[in-house]
């Protein structure tokens, strides 16, 4: 075990965890975004090292040997996606394209906190009970003004048992780490999604969702600015030159 001098085994073991479920590529090898590819190389190298369980010359555990062989996986896959130029090139589009995600969910956020803090002032404590079948007044200019067009009601046919809102925002697309891809919703629910997608997709294919959307229609994790969340295929349909998938959130 010369090459893990630097490294006891219960410390390879804590870093092979830390990196089997890493999402960026760049943080499963310990590099910055802006390396180079001489240093690409080199963190690929040590990951070897590391985790390759023909590296160790005395006999692993199971479970030990199961674990590094995932972490050797987890950097195989990483380095075979920031090794290649294009792949590399299209991977940081995609790193981009979620900051902006971000940044958008929460100035989102932001709105609706504002909006929700007008509509509370606004309300009047002295203000007698309205009967059960009396409509919602609408909302003071202001508020109104502030309020994002899609999270508008749906009106006539579109009213369903789920709301079912057109709306166009990001979303970043996974399968595993198979490949992703950057596309655009066209109308969400609290259950579904429906979205533009380049390469076909098989019903009940299992895929890893993230957007920025709007916190009335998660169902956990709203104070997040992303959310992320796991869905199965229901269908697939190709209309108007766009192939587009139906996905139920899990």
């Known amino acids: 075990m010369s090459k893990q001098a630097e490294l006891t085994r219960e410390e390879i073991a804590a870093l092979a965890k830390s990196i089997i479920d890493e999402d960026d590529h760049y ?13 690409l190389r080199k963190a690929y190298r040590l ?3 590391r985790y390759h369980p023909l590296s160790y010359k005395e006999e692993l555990d199971g479970a030990l040997r199961h674990l590094l062989g995932q972490a050797f996986h987890r950097s195989q896959q990483a380095f075979s996606i920031l090794s290649m130029t294009s792949r590399r090139r299209a991977y940081d589009k995609m790193l981009d394209v979620r900051a902006k995600l971000e940044s958008s969910s929460r100035r989102l956020r932001d709105v609706q906190s ?16 309205r009967p059960a079948e009396a409509t919602r007044p609408p909302d003071p200019p202001a508020a109104r003004a502030a309020v994002p067009e899609y999270l508008s009601a749906p009106k006539g046919k579109e ?34 999604v ?8 098989e019903p009940g294919t299992l895929l890893r969702l993230e957007l920025g959307l709007p916190r009335q ?7 997040d ?23 139920e959130f899990v």
């Open 159 to 192: 009213r369903r048992r789920v709301q079912r809102l057109a709306l166009r925002i990001p979303i970043v697309v996974s399968l595993g780490y198979k490949w992703q891809e950057v596309t655009e919703t066209r109308d969400v629910s609290q259950l579904a």
């Open 225 to 247: 600015s992303l959310y992320i969340v796991y869905g199965y295929v229901l269908y697939a349909t190709h209309q108007k030159g766009e192939r587009l998938a139906v996905v």
């Open 47 to 49: 990951a070897i090292q």
């Open 27 to 39: 943080v499963a090898l310990g590099l910055r975004r802006d390396c180079s590819h001489e240093a």
């Open 217 to 223: 229609l998660r169902t956990r994790n709203h104070e």
């Open 194 to 201: 429906r979205f533009c997608l380049s390469r076909v997709v």
């Open 114 to 129: 504002a909006i929700e803090q007008m509509d509370s002032k606004a309300a009047s404590p002295a203000e007698a009970p």
